[in-house]
């Protein structure tokens, strides 16, 4: 069935940012894992306990509105952590892959921006109030695991590549 209203394009929208994080949640293990440098390995593993909170946030704006999220994909999110994985195994460990691993995970947060920044204004829109304010906080950090990602890019782990070569 085509999505006509907003209300309906707002409930895809949260199923599939669902979706995306559920497989977040199953990547960053393997991100930090595979980092060299403990800081970025410790960033991975902050990012998934607050991953895990933002699924449970996304449960609850759906619970607050009374509605049932869909069982879909998002395929976008699919693609960045396939790179992710290439990254992984074609580059050396080292911080020539921990370059690579920060590389991959902006990707992700700005995708998240962009999705949680959708949602927000959508919901904004709709005058979903609660759902707002839960939806802003998982967006606004997401932004500092970017920024964090961004220092640790600049500030260590890229120099250290290039110095590696
Ligand atoms: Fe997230
Ligand atoms: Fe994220």
């Not at 960033?43 to 619970?63: C, G, K, N, P």
């Not at 580059?91 to 949680?116: F, N, T």
Request: proline share 2%; hydrophobic share 40%.
């Amino acid at each position: 069935m085509p999505i006509k209203t907003m209300e309906e394009l707002f409930i895809h929208e949260l199923s599939d940012t669902y979706s995306a994080e559920k497989q977040m949640s199953k990547a960053l293990p393997k991100l930090a894992k595979a980092a060299d440098n403990e800081q970025l390995a410790a960033a991975f593993e902050a990012h998934l306990e607050e991953t895990q909170v933002q699924i449970q946030r996304i449960e609850e704006v759906a619970e607050t509105l009374g509605i049932k999220l869909k069982r879909i994909k998002c395929e976008g999110m699919e693609g960045l952590v396939d790179e992710g994985k290439e990254a992984m195994e074609k580059v050396e460990e080292g911080p020539v892959r921990d370059a690579a691993l920060i590389g991959s995970a902006q990707k992700v947060e700005h995708y998240e921006i962009a999705a949680y920044g959708t949602l927000c204004a959508m919901a904004k829109q709709l005058g979903y109030k609660d759902a707002l304010r839960l939806l802003k906080t998982s967006l606004d950090e997401e932004k500092a695991t970017d920024g964090k990602l961004t220092m640790l890019a600049e500030g260590g782990g890229n120099e250290r590549a290039a110095k590696a070569a």
